[in-house]
């Protein structure tokens, strides 16, 4: 079974930073692609980043490129999300994601296969 835990979430003030952890357990890590999405109040879950199996690509989206930075760590099962320069817009719950192995993966299209449970960012002006 499947079980990915964020961690990290928090409240800061704007221009801040945040790393976000996810630590995935039940799947052979280093098999999957793995992403960030979030999801704000009364809106539609967004895609924010994706890294491929080795850590070889990554993938974001327009709003956070530059600010923000995917990572992984397949010897610890975890991939990371540095969060830079932080704005009132990125508040959200964000949300690790696997995805499929050998999907086509582009900052439109990431195939989830398992969702963790969530982490609040509140990022205050």
């Known amino acids: 079974q499947v079980q990915l835990v964020e961690s990290g979430g928090g409240l800061v003030q704007a221009g801040s930073s945040l790393r976000l952890s996810c630590a995935a357990s039940?799947?052979?890590?280093?098999?999957?692609?793995m992403g960030w999405f979030r999801q704000a109040p009364g809106k539609e879950r967004e895609f924010v980043t994706a890294i491929t199996q080795l850590g070889a690509s990554t993938y974001y989206a327009d709003s956070v490129k530059g600010r923000f930075t995917i990572s992984r760590d397949n010897a610890k099962n975890t991939v990371y999300l540095q969060m830079n320069t932080l704005k009132p817009e990125d508040t959200a719950v964000y949300y690790c994601?696997?995805?499929?192995?050998?999907?086509?993966?582009?900052?439109?299209?990431?195939?989830?296969?398992?969702w963790g449970q969530g982490t609040q960012v509140t990022v205050s002006s």
């Open positions: 039940g799947l052979t890590f280093s098999n999957f692609p």
């Open positions: 994601a696997a995805g499929r192995p050998f999907a086509v993966i582009s900052s439109t299209r990431f195939d989830v296969i398992s």
